[in-house]
């Protein structure tokens, strides 16, 4: 097998802003992403990936739309002790995952219907925007992960939502007779997903916290991650939604500055 891939990973908050001024940056370049054979959307990465593949303008991204909506409801307290029960999980990554899923029902967070009202408003309510659009999410049941396809019959908006869904900073979202959580807890940015593709881009918004390993069938690859001035803008808070603009606009410089190196991997 072979073709080209685009793996877009996790970040919060300010890694989706960074994520989708990447994407514009290498755009303004001529350089489509969403021609990808493949693209693989985590978390902020599932956002940015949705908001890609459907060809919408991503300037309109540069500044988040104000929200007159109450403040979400988190409970910080319960993420920190998914992250602690990840650190110990050693080989055992499943029963692990079915800790955090019971972890994520403990959480204090809004109801899941907040969030996917939320979402359908950032990335719209329309099909699955790319044929071949993969977004990770993990059963909170079985611990088993759960990577939605556009064959799935699932709203677009929907799979973003469960995607984006960390324990402790949002609810568990229900598709069909299941709830799902945050696709990162899978596999960080799920680049592995992108086996059997001779050619990736993976834009990283974590990578400097969270590396990933390159899938061996890749034999051309272009990596983006944060550089020391965009990682200062993030600041500390990845869900502060003030610093949006000025992370957008970061990673719109670093999309632009990387357009050579991505163009030489891409045609």
Same mark, same amino acid.
């Given at each position: ?12 908050? @300010? /890694? =989706? ?7 514009? *940056? &290498?755009?303004?370049? #001529?350089?489509?992403? %969403?021609? $990808?054979?493949?693209? @693989? /959307? =985590? ?7 949705? *908001? &890609?593949?459907?060809? #919408?303008?991503?300037? %309109?991204? $540069? ?205």
């Amino acid at each position: 097998m072979s073709g080209r891939a685009v793996v877009l990973g996790p970040g919060g908050v @300010v /890694g =989706t802003a960074w994520l989708l001024g990447v994407v514009q *940056g &290498l755009r303004r370049n #001529r350089i489509e992403l %969403a021609d $990808a054979d493949l693209l @693989v /959307g =985590t978390s902020a990465g599932a956002i940015a990936a949705a *908001g &890609l593949a459907d060809g #919408r303008d991503l300037n %309109a991204y $540069a500044e988040l739309p104000a929200d007159a909506a109450p403040a979400l409801i988190v409970d910080p307290a319960v993420t920190a002790e998914v992250f602690e029960v990840l650190r110990g999980a050693g080989k055992d990554k499943s029963a692990a995952l079915h800790r955090v899923g019971k972890l994520a029902l403990s959480a204090t967070t809004s109801p899941e219907q907040v969030r996917i009202e939320r979402m359908k408003d950032l990335v719209g309510v329309g099909g699955w925007p790319h044929p071949n659009l993969l977004i990770p999410t993990v059963d909170i049941d079985s611990g088993e992960p759960k990577v939605w396809r556009g064959t799935d019959g699932v709203p677009v908006h929907q799979a973003v939502t469960a995607s984006t869904a960390m324990p402790g900073l949002a609810a568990p979202v229900t598709i069909g007779a299941h709830r799902y959580i945050d696709g990162a807890l899978r596999n960080g940015s799920n680049a592995d997903l992108a086996e059997g593709m001779s050619t990736l881009i993976l834009i990283e918004p974590l990578a400097h916290v969270f590396p990933t390993t390159v899938p061996s069938s890749v034999r051309r690859v272009a990596r983006i991650v944060p550089d020391p001035v965009a990682i200062e803008t993030f600041g500390p808070d990845l869900d502060d939604r003030s610093s949006w603009p000025a992370v957008f606009a970061a990673g719109l410089r670093q999309g632009k500055a990387a357009a050579d190196e991505v163009r030489a991997v891409w045609q």
